[in-house]
């Protein structure tokens, strides 16, 4: 399983990297070793890890618990179904994508769109990459899902008639995170917000050339039937893009929380980071959609409607399309000022059961296999299951 020769140059860098860090930290948080005096009674480690750190190090040995296995093996699962998802964006609508018209429906939410699915594209297979190679450096199981690459293509000009992990040709998007992260409210604390805008059953992706031509002018405002079709598959994708990077965004944020080693917790954070990065940046460009000039698309085969959020009956600080930026919620504690956080964070709400009965509703699983779903919510599991113990490594 552990490939010698392929690992060495990594471990050296992460050896590097995660001396630096803990150096550092060490230097900022005095209180660590106290931390992990009280931090690991009860705490399952892995014999040679924690306690035994030093001795490990000296060895030039990196342990790991099975907490942070549980955890990063969890990550490189939702890493492989976000590579998997973006990988059809990105045939279709990224900036080498093969549909014209779907990347010009884009384009009129963000002339940019192409080259951010790219990117985002490239992030999620790095992401994947990178967990799974760390945990063979530890002689840990890295996570494949090969044999659930079973869902249909779209059909439409631009995607690779492969089998795929996710559907994205018919979607439940919940779109409540717009209204979340207008909000001074938390979930965490027993808040729930509406749909900004009610996407059910609808492609986020091109089916057919026959439902979308590929060479269809996208005007804005789209003027014909096939036009608008196309800018409502378009503007659930931009919503959708949102939504996945917000979910990810708590995850990650979530998971830092349960990570024993300093190295653990810094892939969390800094994997972490990335997503929050394009969420941040798609949530502008959904915003785009319900805004002067491209509000009030209707999709003519499902009647879904973009409305302009920035009118009546909408408008205001829980609808404002530029109003990107989290709004300071509740945090910790509602007797504490607002702070402008990452929501939410708790288990139940952002987990990793949480994050794949999300993932569930949202019908990007549909068609999927029981032992799909076995496979994942396994992972998941144990991923919740993950305890801090409080570690120098
Ligand atoms: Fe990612
Ligand atoms: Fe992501």
Known sequence: ???????????????????????????????????????????????????????????????????????????????????????????????????????????????????????????????????????????????????????????????????????????????????????????????????????????????????TPPGTEQPVPPVDKAARRMQAIANTAGFHFAYIEQGGSSLYSTMALKASSLETLLIVVSIGGVETNHFSLWHDKAGNAVAEPLAGVVDPETNLRFPNLNEEPFGGEEFQTNLILPEPTDFISPGLPDCSVVRPTLDENAGAVATINSFTEDQLFKGQSPAFFETVMRLAKAADAAQRAVSDR
């Not at 884009?106 to 297979?125: F, W």
């Not at 000009?157 to 779109?175: E, F, K, Y």
């Open 1 to 211: 399983m552990n490939n010698q020769g392929s690992i060495s140059a990594p471990q050296n860098v992460a050896q590097r990297t995660d001396d630096d860090v803990r150096s550092h930290w060490n230097r900022l948080v005095g209180r660590r070793s106290f931390l992990k005096g009280v931090g690991l009674a009860g705490a399952a480690i892995l014999p040679g890890s924690g306690l035994l750190a030093g001795k490990a190090l000296a060895d030039g040995k990196r342990e790991i618990t099975r907490g942070d296995i549980a955890i990063l093996q969890f990550l490189a699962a939702v890493e492989l179904i976000e590579s998997d998802l973006w990988q059809q964006y990105n045939e279709l609508g990224g900036v080498n994508g093969g549909n014209p018209s779907y990347m010009a429906a884009l384009s009129n939410l963000d002339g940019d769109m192409p080259q951010y699915i790219a990117d985002n594209t490239d992030d999620e297979l790095s992401h994947a990459a990178f967990l799974n190679a760390y945990l063979e450096s530890k002689g840990a199981e890295p996570v494949h899902l090969d044999a659930f690459r079973r869902l249909p293509s779209s059909k439409a000009t631009g995607a690779s008639q492969i089998g795929r992990l996710t559907n994205l040709q018919s979607l439940n998007v919940d779109t409540s995170w717009y209204i979340r992260y207008r909000s001074d409210l938390n979930p965490d604390f027993g808040a729930k917000f509406r749909q900004a805008v009610t996407i059910d059953d609808e492609p986020a992706i091109p089916l057919s050339d026959e439902d």
